[in-house]
């Protein structure tokens, strides 16, 4: 029976196969630690959470690149908009620090929707220019050093501090995808990104505003690289250069892990979430066995390849 | 978008009268467009930064900039091939790096060394191009996202090859290839030491641009005609009717990033001779992908595939590469040149969207 709920359930498919991914790198990371040290750390609540507060940066940046990639479009600007939210939030400072870096996202996210949606670049090509950008205004207004300002408190404790054991940047997380769940879900605009991602004729034909939908999902990915350069922010104490730079493939992959069509038009938010997871896990199981960088590149080049091929397996062949 | 499917010799042989002909140089002028445009732009620029630079028009400079330039020029071919086919490799700028710590390890020693040291870094980023063909074609995997991964391995394979830089090559072969063909000739005890009357014409070029149109007049072009190539155009315009009309689909992809890998190899060559060093460097590799792509956009290549070229990137290579000399001679303060840098890739690809707001039917937008 499971065997037919598997070729019926086509989405389901990738985040059966990458959860299963997840417990075999937790249980052998878990070999290794308890050859080497005689201790299971790996499945230790305290550090599997401490990992997820690393991973909610990861998660909140996914959210947001999963919209669009939904769309079939992508956003390759959240690593300057992350980083230029961050300077921008830390600079302002007080109460408006965390509505200003987020209003940085949006507005980053505004220039986006307008350069693909309205003129029509590719968007491939529209967000690269768009984080050379950002960039340069960044090192504008550094002067190309990190700059002095400081994290406000209430970024702090949203960052790095914890609330009953569990870090607020999971709390944080989790709001994030209850809302990009009810988008994608339970409204019109998230009904229209489906559309658009899997023919953008049909949905232009259909009556859909298919530009402002395009404007709206590329304002919540720059939204989610603001709010996730604020946290960030907050749990290193404050901004630096090239913040957000290892956030960007890494997006991606986690996005395409979890089974959305890198293409547009098909994809559920929880395997995005269990992509972040399983990316999160793997970094850390592999730094834990020291790995050199050479031979983390190469494993996670083989897993993303050896994921993607495992999900096309059940399907039949097309295109 | 199908009209560069078939090349110039596909068509009749039959006579043809001079009127016709003339519609045939319009037909050529509006199908090159956007080559014809980078290429004036380039020209403008280049020009206007000759006149400022206190060294203008002088070999010595056209070398440093010829030099400069190379490495980018092939990765932007590279990028072109693949991104014709409608897909997009972003490995390009990671087999570049892999090359080029490749022949920080091979290209030293005796004459027979060296030649066999460069064929190994050729055949290793055609290799590197050829296992993304097969990622594509048989893992049936979009090439961006096959490339991100491969991207990700061939940097791994760069690290363990060279964990910190260094690394040494051929003190003669950097000095020769980093020049002007003259010191090429005199360095290989060639054509009299770069003296003969007959060398005289081309003596001052710059070895990497010979170099370039070797790649482009004995690889590029050759290829373009052979039906792989020409399919690889076909895909580009309309997969489903390459299918149709029977052409090597398969064949055609695995050629194109094969091809990709060999451009992408003979940059990381070139950059590992002319630093006479290898790199495992990450960001750069990043920004040579990042750059490629707009080279190919600002080249007049279409990223839906089907129409552009090589030698289009190439030009968009020059005119990137120009914009950033600029600032050396219009005294740009260093601050602001990552912004302008930004704002001159903006405004160049958003050149093409003067069509959406031209265009009659929106249907027409969403092709």
């Known amino acids: ?319 | 978008m199908s009209d560069q499917v078939l090349p110039a010799d596909a068509a009749p042989a039959a006579p043809r009268s001079g009127r016709r002909r003339g519609g045939d140089w319009l037909l050529v002028l509006r199908q090159n467009g956007s080559l014809l445009f980078a290429i004036a732009l380039f020209a403008l620029l280049y020009l206007g930064y000759h006149l400022a630079h206190p060294r203008g028009f002088t070999t010595q400079v056209l070398v440093q900039n010829a030099n400069e330039a190379f490495t980018l020029a092939m990765v932007a071919m590279a990028q072109t091939i693949p991104v014709l086919l409608g897909g997009l490799d972003l490995s390009v700028g990671a087999v570049m790096t892999m090359v080029n710590c490749i022949a920080s390890h091979l290209v030293i020693g005796s004459p027979g060394q060296i030649a066999l040291g460069i064929l190994a870094c050729l055949a290793s980023g055609a290799l590197a191009g050829f296992v993304n063909g097969c990622v594509v074609v048989y893992g049936r995997i979009p090439p961006i996202i096959a490339t991100l991964a491969t991207a990700a391995i061939a940097i791994g394979v760069a690290l363990l090859l060279r964990p910190t830089p260094g690394g040494k090559l051929d003190e003669d072969l950097n000095w020769a290839m980093t020049n002007s063909v003259a010191d090429f000739a005199e360095t290989f005890g060639l054509a009299d030491g770069g003296k003969a009357p007959w060398l005289a014409p081309v003596a001052w070029l710059p070895v990497p641009v010979v170099l370039l149109v070797l790649v482009v007049v004995l690889v590029w072009l050759p290829f373009r005609r052979t039906v792989t190539g020409r399919t690889i155009y076909a895909i580009g315009s309309s997969e489903s009717a390459a299918y149709m009309s029977g052409l090597p689909l398969n064949r055609a992809k695995i050629a194109a990033f094969t091809l990709a890998g060999f451009f992408a190899g003979v940059g990381g060559l070139f950059l590992a001779i002319q630093t006479s060093s290898g790199n495992a460097d990450l960001p750069q590799a990043g920004a040579y992908t990042l750059n490629s792509i707009a080279s190919v956009v600002i080249g007049g290549t279409s990223l839906v595939g089907g129409s552009g070229g090589p030698v289009g990137s190439i030009f968009g290579t020059l005119v990137l590469r120009v914009i950033s000399f600029g600032f050396r001679v219009f005294d740009i303060p260093p601050l602001l040149q990552p912004l302008f840098e930004g704002l001159v890739l903006l405004a160049a690809v958003s050149l093409g969207a003067a069509r959406a707001l031209r265009v009659r039917n929106t249907l027409d937008l969403f092709r």
């Not at chain 1, 406000?152 to 960052?159: I, K, Q, V, Y």
């Not at chain 1, 250069?241 to 890198?262: D, F, K, R, S, T």
């Not at chain 1, 994809?267 to 990316?279: S, W």
């Open chain 1, 1 to 319: 029976m499971t065997a037919l709920r598997l070729a019926l359930r086509a989405d389901d498919r990738p985040i059966l196969i990458a959860g299963a991914s997840i417990v075999l790198i937790l249980l052998a990371g878990t070999a290794y630690t308890m050859a080497t040290q005689g201790t299971a750390t790996l499945l230790s609540p305290n550090y599997l959470l401490q990992q997820l507060q690393v991973g909610a940066f990861l998660g909140i940046v996914s959210a947001g690149m999963m919209v669009v990639i939904l769309l079939g479009h992508i956003d390759l600007s959240v690593s300057w908009t992350l980083t230029a939210a961050a300077m921008m939030a830390t600079a302002v400072g007080g109460p408006w620090a965390i509505p200003v870096g987020v209003g940085v996202g949006l507005a980053a996210g505004l220039a986006n929707g307008l350069g693909v949606g309205y003129l029509r670049v590719p968007s491939m090509i529209f967000t690269l220019g768009m984080d050379a950008v950002l960039r340069g205004l960044m090192v504008a207004h550094t002067g190309g050093f990190a700059p002095q300002t400081a994290a406000t408190d209430l970024m702090r404790a949203l960052g790095a501090e914890r609330t009953a054991g569990v870090p607020n940047a999971l709390f944080v997380w989790a709001a994030v995808s209850v809302l990009i769940v009810l988008v994608l879900k339970r409204t019109v605009l998230g009904r229209a990104i489906y559309a658009i991602g899997n023919r953008e004729q049909a949905a232009y034909l259909s009556g859909m505003p298919t530009r402002r939908v395009i404007l709206a999902a590329f304002m919540i990915s720059g939204a989610c690289a603001g709010l996730a350069g604020v946290l960030l922010a907050g749990y290193s104490t404050k901004a630096y250069q090239g913040m957000g730079v290892p956030y960007v493939l890494p997006a991606i992959a986690a996005v395409v892990i979890g089974g959305a069509n890198i293409l547009g038009g098909s994809g559920r938010y929880a395997g995005t979430v269990v992509g972040v997871v399983l990316i999160v896990l793997l970094n850390s199981v592999l730094s834990i066995m020291q790995m050199p960088e050479a031979g983390r590149q190469i494993i996670y080049g083989a897993v993303i390849i050896a994921m993607l091929l495992a999900y096309r397996g059940g399907k039949l062949a097309h295109t």
